[in-house]
């Protein structure tokens, strides 16, 4: 008998948001369109503008592409996307500007969403509900690695060396700047300001004496209420890629490495509109120190109840890693650190997508 293929998996691909992340969540998305296997993989790229507005937007990778330094955005194309209001169906229901309505089946969703309103646990939650399969970290993880004050105490509490680190909310700032600023200064000079909630480096400034101390809180509080200020860590920026085992045991990759000038760090800039010359992959460090930060890798993925992925990214001090942060939802293009230490593993980018997307749809959380 003639062998019947079976019909490709349908693969909601959310990308956009409301976050400042908005347009590398864009690029991503416009990367893994370039890549995903055709043959398995039917997409449906639904964004979502920077108002909130879920859209069914082209699957055109060509659109979502950095060109000539300016990065895509969601436009508002009128059409709206509706989730399922019940698990006992995977419809989706688009309605288009000229009033007809639309269903779509999908299978599972890739929800390649950086920051607040995406990978902070509240789209997850959205999938959850709808009783949709979903790739990458479930509710608990994606929001407990979102805050940074939060996640240093779980990691710690694991028994993971972490950078010290001081958390100022807004309205303590607003009272009393003055006295946070005396506490800020037991950290010494430089030091960096984060907010604690947010990444792709958005808000985070290196404030080298007290004068600059205002200006960059400022910054930070622009993205988020709870901000969270770090001494300099004197070592060797290093991360690793993990990717949940079909075991249960997490997998982790060669480790890459950023090297940064010495009066700088790895921004917004470096990571998204310069070359690769800032990053090294696999990274230049001893096999027992490669082996140490894949196991820590791995410990601080399962410390968050991590599934899907994540980036561990560390310092390498004069004694030993420090780690950083946990990233769950990494910067996913093409040149990003993550599928590149995976490249250097053996792992090439459309296999990263294919295996990302079979674990999301095989997940329990």
Same mark, same amino acid.
């Given at each position: 008998?003639?062998?019947?293929?079976?019909?490709?998996?349908?693969?909601?691909?959310?990308?956009?948001?409301?976050?400042?992340?908005?347009?590398?969540?864009?690029?991503?998305?416009?990367?893994?369109?370039?890549?995903?296997?055709?043959?398995?993989?039917?997409?449906?790229?639904?964004?979502?503008?920077?108002?909130?507005?879920?859209?069914?937007?082209? #699957?055109?990778?060509?659109?979502?592409?950095?060109?000539?330094?300016?990065?895509?955005?969601?436009?508002?194309?009128?059409?709206?996307?509706?989730?399922?209001?019940?698990?006992?169906?995977?419809?989706?229901?688009?309605?288009?500007?000229?009033?007809?309505?639309?269903?779509?089946?999908?299978? =599972?969703?890739?929800?390649?969403?950086?920051?607040?309103? %995406?990978?902070?646990?509240?789209?997850?939650?959205?999938?959850?509900?709808?009783?949709?399969?979903?790739?990458?970290?479930?509710?608990?993880?994606?929001?407990?690695?979102?805050?940074?004050?939060?996640?240093?105490?779980?990691?710690?509490?694991?028994?993971?060396?972490?950078?010290?680190?001081?958390?100022?909310?807004?309205?303590?700032?607003?009272?009393?700047?003055?006295?946070?600023?005396?506490?800020?200064?037991?950290?010494?000079?430089?030091?960096?300001?984060?907010?604690?909630?947010?990444?792709?480096?958005? %808000?985070?400034?290196? =404030?080298?004496?007290?004068?600059?101390?205002?200006?960059?809180?400022?910054?930070?509080?622009?993205? #988020?209420?709870?901000?969270?200020?770090?001494?300099?860590?004197?070592?060797?920026?290093?991360?690793?890629?993990?990717?949940?085992?079909?075991?249960?045991?997490?997998?982790?990759?060669?480790?890459?490495?950023?090297?940064?000038?010495?009066?700088?760090?790895?921004?917004?800039?470096?990571?998204?509109?310069?070359?690769?010359?800032?990053?090294?992959?696999?990274?230049?460090?001893?096999?027992?120190?490669?082996?140490?930060?894949?196991?820590?890798?791995?410990?601080?993925?399962?410390?968050?109840?991590?599934?899907?992925?994540?980036?561990?990214?560390?310092?390498?001090? #004069?004694?030993?890693?420090?780690?950083?942060?946990?990233?769950?939802?990494?910067?996913?293009?093409?040149?990003?650190?993550?599928?590149?230490?995976?490249?250097?593993?053996?792992?090439?980018?459309?296999?990263?997508?294919?295996?990302?997307?079979?674990?999301?749809?095989?997940?329990?959380?």
């Amino acid at each position: 008998m003639p062998t019947i293929a079976s019909a490709p998996t349908t693969v909601a691909v959310l990308f956009g948001g409301r976050s400042s992340e908005h347009e590398i969540s864009c690029v991503t998305a416009g990367g893994i369109m370039d890549v995903v296997d055709r043959t398995e993989y039917d997409l449906v790229p639904i964004g979502i503008t920077r108002d909130g507005a879920f859209t069914l937007q082209a #699957d055109d990778p060509a659109q979502w592409t950095l060109r000539d330094g300016v990065l895509p955005t969601v436009p508002d194309n009128g059409t709206r996307v509706a989730f399922p209001t019940s698990p006992a169906t995977n419809e989706l229901v688009v309605s288009h500007p000229d009033g007809s309505i639309t269903t779509i089946a999908v299978d =599972v969703v890739f929800p390649i969403l950086h920051g607040p309103f %995406g990978e902070d646990g509240t789209v997850q939650g959205l999938l959850e509900i709808a009783g949709l399969p979903y790739v990458g970290d479930g509710v608990l993880a994606s929001a407990l690695a979102m805050d940074k004050h939060v996640a240093k105490a779980v990691l710690e509490h694991a028994g993971l060396r972490v950078a010290p680190w001081t958390t100022v909310l807004r309205r303590e700032w607003a009272a009393d700047p003055v006295d946070v600023a005396e506490a800020i200064a037991a950290h010494g000079w430089p030091l960096f300001v984060k907010p604690a909630r947010a990444g792709s480096s958005m %808000g985070v400034s290196r =404030v080298d004496d007290p004068a600059e101390l205002g200006a960059a809180m400022d910054l930070a509080f622009e993205h #988020d209420s709870k901000v969270i200020v770090e001494p300099r860590v004197i070592g060797r920026e290093v991360e690793v890629a993990v990717l949940e085992g079909r075991d249960g045991v997490p997998r982790t990759s060669l480790p890459g490495e950023i090297v940064v000038a010495e009066d700088g760090f790895y921004d917004f800039a470096s990571k998204y509109l310069g070359g690769d010359e800032s990053l090294l992959c696999p990274a230049p460090l001893t096999d027992d120190q490669t082996d140490e930060i894949r196991s820590i890798g791995a410990r601080a993925f399962e410390a968050i109840g991590g599934s899907g992925l994540a980036r561990v990214d560390c310092f390498l001090t #004069d004694d030993g890693f420090v780690v950083n942060e946990v990233n769950t939802m990494p910067g996913f293009t093409p040149l990003s650190m993550y599928p590149r230490c995976w490249a250097a593993s053996g792992v090439p980018y459309g296999e990263l997508v294919t295996e990302l997307i079979e674990l999301g749809r095989a997940a329990v959380r």
